[in-house]
């Protein structure tokens, strides 16, 4: 996967933060330590946006489509 520069911009506070983690080799350099950050709030982000759209469905109507679909296959199923 190619790697691409940005120029961001940060508070004092945080960039201190950032370089002490780096200092104590929790992250290798400035770079990384904002490159997992960002990974990490996407994927939480992802998970939320999926957590969502499952509280949108009907349970009863999910249920009623799934049993649909089994009753006309449960007969051609083999018996072990």
């Given at each position: 996967m190619s790697r691409n520069k940005v120029a961001i911009t940060v508070n004092q506070n945080t960039l201190d933060r950032v370089d002490?983690?780096?200092s104590q080799h929790v992250f290798p350099s400035r770079s990384r330590a904002f490159e997992e950050a960002l990974e990490e709030k996407?994927?939480?982000l992802d998970k939320s946006r999926l957590a969502r759209e499952c509280a949108k469905l009907d349970p009863a109507f999910e249920k009623s489509l799934?049993?649909?679909?089994l009753s006309g296959e449960i007969d051609e199923w083999p018996e072990y």
């Amino acid at each position: 996967m190619s790697r691409n520069k940005v120029a961001i911009t940060v508070n004092q506070n945080t960039l201190d933060r950032v370089d002490q983690l780096v200092s104590q080799h929790v992250f290798p350099s400035r770079s990384r330590a904002f490159e997992e950050a960002l990974e990490e709030k996407l994927k939480r982000l992802d998970k939320s946006r999926l957590a969502r759209e499952c509280a949108k469905l009907d349970p009863a109507f999910e249920k009623s489509l799934a049993e649909e679909g089994l009753s006309g296959e449960i007969d051609e199923w083999p018996e072990y």
